[in-house]
């Protein structure tokens, strides 16, 4: 017999084709929405075409990431089952374009793609066509008609790394019900702490929940130990006082420039912008100029760059992790914005770290400002004030670093607790 949806989910499916009407309309008013209906044109057609040229594969496993932060958080996950089970067929699928341009070679993955629009059709065609043994969904982004549509087709579903901030959206009266049904449809969930775990078991009712950690920090450790990408720049920073400041916004950076500008004793600077489209660059050299700061851009780099008269600007994806590696300070951006972005990739190198103030959606940011390794940054002064200690206090820099070192290195081992579990469910399938 057929077990009938939650009224929330219902509802859901029910205003979804007017929701998803509506914001087609709208689309042409708005290039990001008109971006991301643009890019599923044809999605599944050409998704077709690459599954059918897989060879068979006895266990299928379907990976679900937001952004390249969350999938982060899957990839040790990939790996240690791959190297286990090289026979596996990973699909992943991405939100933002941003995250499948980072991740569309992804070596690892059979195929990797855009998440289509969550209608009924839709998911029960991409269900179909990939025939998913388990469907491992990173934090969050849940989209119910995929997930529904995995269920009813039999993929076991895991929610790994979750998190359940104390005024998050799941916890208002109006969605609490609704994520209430999403969440029951996981088989397993794991969390990233203690608290996270009791609060699905205690408002949720969630009984398949454990406590596994963040396997971004297995991640981050693993990537930590190859910086090959920056060899080349290494000889230029070395016996030098660095700031790296990564992912930044333009927000970030006019708080970051006014700072930097105002001391007496500067680090050499590499200036990382979170969008490097021909448009931003403009932008980001136009204020440069304007303030009289001379430059390089990574493409251009030659023999005669002079970090203490340039400041260095990455013009360049694909290795702002290892960037961190040549610094004795970070600045990470998005703190300004919507919400800070990854502090873990500089922590693991065991150096100060800073950020903008808007950062309550990242439990381990304000983990490492509760360690004593990051320090919340809310405008210019209090910014040219702790770049000035850092700059010249060796002993200082050096104790916050240590502490943001030792907060990574302590909390890995998430990884392994999740491959356990989907291990579980591979024995299961007779396959293990």
């Not at 793609?113 to 491992?136: C, G, H, M, W």
């Amino acid at each position: 017999m057929k077990k009938k949806n939650s009224p929330a989910l219902s509802l859901y499916t029910l205003l979804f084709p007017a929701l998803h009407g509506t914001a087609r309309i709208f689309s042409a008013l708005h290039p990001k929405l008109k971006s991301f209906f643009a890019l599923r044109e044809g999605l599944l057609e050409e998704l077709e075409k690459k599954v059918a040229a897989l060879p068979p594969s006895p266990f299928r496993l379907w990976v679900h990431a937001a952004s390249v932060g969350e999938f982060e958080q899957a990839r040790p996950v990939i790996a240690a089952l791959k190297a286990q089970h090289p026979e596996i067929a990973v699909f992943v699928s991405f939100l933002s374009d941003s995250g499948y341009n980072a991740r569309k070679n992804f070596p690892d993955a059979a195929a990797v793609f855009y998440l289509p629009i969550d209608t009924e059709a839709n998911a029960q065609r991409l269900v179909s066509l990939l025939k998913p043994d388990l469907l491992l969904l990173m934090r969050y982004d849940f989209w119910p008609n995929h997930l529904l549509e995995a269920k009813k087709q039999g993929a076991k579903l895991i929610l790994a790394a979750a998190v359940l901030q104390k005024n998050s959206l799941y916890f208002k009266p109006a969605a609490k019900e609704f994520y209430r049904s999403i969440f029951h449809l996981f088989d397993q969930i794991y969390t990233v702490s203690e608290e996270d775990t009791r609060a699905f078991r205690e408002r949720f009712n969630c009984q398949r929940v454990e406590t596994a950690g963040d396997p971004r920090f297995d991640q981050v450790l693993l990537r930590s130990r190859n910086s090959a990408k920056v060899t080349h720049l290494k000889p230029f920073f070395e016996h030098r006082t660095v700031l790296v400041a990564g992912s930044v916004w333009e927000k970030d950076e006019m708080v970051l420039l006014d700072a930097w500008q105002e001391l007496a004793e500067r680090p050499s600077l590499i200036l990382v912008p979170h969008e490097v489209n021909p448009e931003n660059m403009e932008r980001l050299y136009c204020n440069l100029q304007f303030r009289s700061l001379a430059y390089l851009p990574v493409s251009a780099l030659n023999e005669t760059f002079d970090p203490e008269r340039q400041v260095l600007v990455i013009d360049q994806t694909g290795y702002l992790a290892e960037l961190y590696s040549l610094a004795s300070m970070a600045y990470v951006g998005g703190g300004f914005g919507v919400n800070v972005h990854n502090t873990l990739e500089p922590a693991v190198y065991g150096i100060p770290v800073l950020f903008g103030p808007r950062c309550h959606n990242s439990p381990e940011a304000e983990g490492l400002v509760a360690a004593g390794g990051a320090s919340i940054i809310h405008d210019k002064p209090s910014l040219a004030a702790i770049l000035s200690t850092l700059t010249t206090n060796t002993a200082e820099r050096t104790k916050r670093g240590e502490a943001a070192g030792k907060f990574v290195k302590e909390r890995t081992g998430g990884t392994s607790m999740i491959v356990k579990g989907i291990e579980h469910f591979l024995s299961a399938l007779k396959y293990a």
